[in-house]
Structure formats: structure tokens, C-alpha cells
């Protein structure tokens, strides 16, 4: 009765332990992941998985947590790329709106600053005119 689930130990085990290492302790109670306080959440993704508690009291109590780890594993790694790419599109939309918004400004001064240098060379040119005649006298 010690199936283990086929392998797990052998390959996902090792795997989740190094994950555990790399992270710190594991905590006993379900947890799932969520965007900073006040962060972005993103949209049509649904909700975070919850990730399952492994219960390691005995043979048949571990495997049901291997199968809920396996479980957890697919949809994580399914709201994990649904996160991805709702950033993405996201991320390009405000980019987009950046990039207009940054042109228009970049429009507006260049006007501007056309202005000026055209009144700049008017009164330049009426300058030179007034000094010419009053010169002339």
C-alpha cells in the first residue's frame, strides 16, 4: 500500500524541497498568492489557487496530498500564466497611452517653441529695419 504516487519521491519531491529551501520553511496551513496590498489584481484570471496543506500523517493521507499538490501545481501554473500575459496586455496599453500622451506634449512644445523663434526672428527682422532707417536719416 506504499505507492507513493509513482515516482513523486523520486522526481516532485526533490523538486519541493528545493523549493522549500529556496523559500524557507514550509508552513503548515493553505496559502495562496496574492497581489500586493493595494496592487494590481488582474482581470479575467478568477482567483488564485488555494495551495492544499500536505498531510503526511500516513501512507494513504500523503498520497491524497500529492494528488492535491499535483492538482494545485496545474492551476497555479495556469493562473500563473494568466497573470502573465493579463500584465502584458496591460503593461502594453499603458505604454501605449504613455507613448501618445508623451507625444502630444512633445508636439505642443516643439509648437511653442516655433513660436517663440518665429516672433524671435519678426522682431529681429523689424529691429534691423527700425535701426536701418533711423540709421539712414
Not at 535701426?131 to 539712414?136: I, V
Amino acid at each position: 500500500m506504499m505507492d507513493m504516487r509513482g515516482g513523486f519521491l523520486a522526481r516532485g519531491f526533490m523538486a519541493l524541497c528545493g523549493v522549500a529551501a529556496l523559500v524557507g520553511p514550509m508552513s503548515p496551513v493553505a496559502v495562496w498568492a496574492q497581489p500586493a496590498a493595494g496592487g494590481w489584481t488582474p482581470k479575467g484570471c478568477g482567483a488564485a489557487p488555494v495551495a492544499p496543506k500536505v498531510d503526511s500523517a500516513d501512507v494513504s493521507r500523503f498520497n491524497a496530498s500529492v494528488d492535491r499538490v499535483n492538482a494545485y501545481e496545474k492551476a497555479a501554473r495556469t493562473y500563473a500564466t494568466c497573470v502573465a500575459a493579463a500584465s502584458t496586455k496591460e503593461q502594453a496599453a499603458i505604454s501605449a497611452d504613455a507613448s501618445a500622451r508623451m507625444h502630444r506634449v512633445h508636439e505642443s512644445a516643439a509648437q511653442v517653441q516655433k513660436q517663440v523663434s518665429d516672433q524671435f526672428a519678426r522682431l529681429s527682422a523689424e529691429m534691423k529695419k527700425g535701426h536701418d532707417h533711423l540709421a539712414a536719416r
